[in-house]
């Protein structure tokens, strides 16, 4: 399998070896990228950092060297993650901000606030994000609502704040944190919200799209992540192809170092799913349920 990817690589399907690695082998190129220490001197900003993938990547980007901006609604968590990854990691800088994404007058200063903290943003990860969601016409609208708001709408605003910054920069890179949800309309609970996280992945797209046309040298990442299990759905039954948040996180940082415009992590089975998902009759799509 491996040798057939990298076939594709020098066949051009692929754009980039280290890209093909990312996804191949997460473990072993971020190894290689904590040796060199990448992130060095470079800060990311992470919303939704107090729990979940974001505070997994949290961690993971500190291990690598980068100073972080983290921000959540949860300030107490906030003040153990920066006291763990300072203690750990003693030449990397850690602030943090209380940001509730509804707010989205906020986004914009705690945004700008980071940048007069720092100096200069070179990488955003809109992260914040909720899941629930119900059956349309089974009288949720509210939850339907709420899911749609903070998963779209609030990730509107966090583009928004960011772009606007690494306009200013003339340099960035955007981050969205989408999932396999977003590749076709799913029923049930995950209807709203597959909905939400394909308008993110769409509007990333167009952000894309925006920086190729005006060439300004802004990168844009969209990540599809499959089930990750972590504390938020901790609780949940077993699902498809499952993996942990170790496996997980590394699979997204992974591909976010590589400078991917889009990817489906973990790669495999993720990619291969995502591409039959686009075809296949909905009666088998929901099986994916």
């Given at each position: 399998?491996?040798?057939?990817?990298?076939?594709?690589?020098?066949?051009?399907?692929?754009?980039?070896?280290?890209?093909?690695?990312?996804?191949?082998?997460?473990?072993?190129?971020?190894?290689?990228?904590?040796?060199?220490?990448?992130?060095?001197?470079?800060?990311?900003?992470?919303?939704?950092?107090?729990?979940?993938?974001?505070?997994?990547?949290?961690?993971?980007?500190?291990?690598?060297?980068?100073?972080?901006?983290?921000?959540?609604?949860?300030?107490?968590?906030?003040?153990?993650?920066?006291?763990?990854?300072?203690?750990?990691?003693?030449?990397?800088?850690?602030?943090?901000?209380?940001?509730?994404?509804?707010?989205?007058?906020?986004?914009?200063?705690?945004?700008?606030?980071?940048?007069?903290?720092?100096?200069?943003?070179?990488?955003?990860?809109?992260?914040?994000?909720?899941?629930?969601?119900?059956?349309?016409?089974?009288?949720?609208?509210?939850?339907?609502?709420?899911?749609?708001?903070?998963?779209?709408?609030?990730?509107?605003?966090?583009?928004?704040?960011?772009?606007?910054?690494?306009?200013?920069?003339?340099?960035?890179?955007?981050?969205?944190?989408?999932?396999?949800?977003?590749?076709?309309?799913?029923?049930?609970?995950?209807?709203?919200?597959?909905?939400?996280?394909?308008?993110?992945?769409?509007?990333?797209?167009?952000?894309?799209?925006?920086?190729?046309?005006?060439?300004?040298?802004?990168?844009?990442?969209?990540?599809?992540?499959?089930?990750?299990?972590?504390?938020?759905?901790?609780?949940?039954?077993?699902?498809?192809?499952?993996?942990?948040?170790?496996?997980?996180?590394?699979?997204?940082?992974?591909?976010?170092?590589?400078?991917?415009?889009?990817?489906?992590?973990p790669s495999l089975p993720w990619s291969m799913v995502g591409k039959a998902m686009k075809h296949l009759p909905l009666q088998v799509v929901n099986k994916f349920n």
């Amino acid at each position: 399998m491996q040798n057939k990817l990298f076939d594709l690589v020098r066949n051009n399907t692929v754009a980039s070896t280290s890209q093909l690695f990312s996804a191949v082998q997460p473990t072993r190129y971020l190894k290689g990228l904590n040796k060199q220490q990448v992130g060095h001197g470079k800060t990311v900003l992470i919303t939704g950092a107090s729990s979940g993938l974001g505070e997994e990547m949290t961690r993971l980007f500190a291990k690598l060297g980068y100073n972080l901006a983290i921000c959540a609604r949860r300030v107490e968590r906030l003040e153990s993650l920066q006291s763990e990854l300072i203690a750990l990691y003693p030449d990397i800088r850690v602030e943090y901000r209380v940001l509730d994404v509804s707010d989205y007058d906020s986004i914009f200063d705690v945004f700008d606030a980071f940048v007069v903290d720092f100096g200069q943003i070179d990488r955003v990860v809109v992260n914040a994000g909720v899941g629930d969601s119900r059956r349309i016409g089974k009288g949720r609208f509210e939850t339907n609502r709420h899911t749609v708001e903070i998963n779209f709408v609030a990730a509107l605003a966090q583009c928004e704040a960011a772009m606007s910054v690494f306009r200013a920069q003339n340099s960035g890179h955007l981050v969205v944190i989408s999932s396999m949800s977003a590749m076709r309309g799913l029923p049930k609970h995950l209807t709203a919200y597959g909905a939400s996280k394909a308008g993110l992945a769409h509007l990333a797209e167009g952000i894309r799209a925006d920086m190729l046309l005006s060439k300004l040298p802004i990168q844009v990442s969209t990540i599809y992540p499959g089930y990750v299990r972590t504390e938020i759905n901790e609780n949940a039954k077993p699902l498809p192809f499952e993996v942990d948040a170790e496996t997980g996180t590394k699979a997204i940082v992974a591909a976010i170092e590589a400078g991917v415009d889009e990817a489906c992590v973990p790669s495999l089975p993720w990619s291969m799913v995502g591409k039959a998902m686009k075809h296949l009759p909905l009666q088998v799509v929901n099986k994916f349920n």
